[in-house]
T-cell receptor
Framework: DARVTQTPRHKVTEMGQEVTMRCQPI?????VFWYRQTMMQGLELLAY????????DSGMPKDRFSAEMPDATLATLKIQPSEPRDSAVYFC?????????????FGPGTRLTVT | DAKTTQPNSMESNEEEPVHLPCNHS???????IHWYRQLPSQGPEYVIH???SNVNNRMASLAIAEDRKSSTLILHRATLRDAAVYYC???????????????FGTGTRLKVLA
């Protein structure tokens, strides 16, 4: 049963520290999405990649967030420096863009707490 | 971006059918209608999607209005495990990039009563 994996599952850090979240998409999927979920804002799309190329990161605060795909099996989301308002659950999702519509498979999320 | 409107919450009795409505009056002709649900402490999971015709799968049925301005997700027999937030989403197509992104709304929180 193929699944999207995310590490770490939980992260507590102090304001100003760098945070790196990792995602392993489902093998063979060519599209990766990063979302952030908070009680106030709900699910927000931060960035997405197709065939490892970034297509849209307009939802991401540019000054402190960065997203990359070093290879097809790893996507990373970094926050530097982190702030308390970054506290949220960060989800990675992957999909296979092989037609006009496809489903996204979400990982379990990384719960980030910045103190 | 085309938007969807859903009730904030709904309740259902266990083993009874549930009809979850979604309004999308600004839908465009090529927008697919997707439904996802999010169980407590989990990431969202795909439920079903459709374009014009009604769709059925092992999880649910999707009924799409003839004018496509609304749709209804049907759970035929609700179980306690179906308690979740259900999101109705329109696919936002970006033809220039050949891919698209979802815009999640606030969803409908379904409570299933034993």
């Amino acid at each position: 049963d193929a699944r999207v994996t995310q590490t770490p599952r939980h992260k507590v850090t102090e304001m100003g520290q760098e945070v790196t979240m990792r995602c392993q998409p489902i093998l063979g999927h060519n599209t990766v999405f990063w979302y952030r979920q908070t009680m106030m804002q709900g699910l927000e799309l931060l960035a997405y990649f197709r065939n490892r190329a970034p297509l849209d990161d307009s939802g991401m605060p540019k000054d402190r967030f960065s997203a990359e795909m070093p290879d097809a099996t790893l996507a990373t989301l970094k926050i530097q420096p982190s702030e308390p308002r970054d506290s949220a659950v960060y989800f990675c999702a992957s999909g296979l863009n092989a037609g006009t519509s496809y489903e996204q498979y979400f990982g379990p999320g990384t719960r980030l707490t910045v103190t | 971006d085309a938007k969807t409107t859903q009730p904030n919450s709904m309740e259902s009795n266990e083993e009874e059918p549930v009809h979850l409505p979604c309004n999308h009056s600004t839908i465009s002709g090529t927008d697919y209608i997707h439904w996802y649900r999010q169980l407590p402490s989990q990431g969202p999971e795909y439920v079903i999607h459709g374009l014009t015709s009604n769709v059925n799968n092992r999880m649910a049925s999707l009924a799409i209005a003839e004018d496509r301005k609304s749709s209804t997700l049907i759970l035929h027999r609700a179980t306690l495990r179906d308690a979740a937030v259900y999101y109705c989403i329109l696919r936002d197509v970006r033809f220039t990039s050949g891919t698209y992104k979802y815009i999640f709304g606030t969803g409908t929180r379904l409570k299933v009563l034993a």
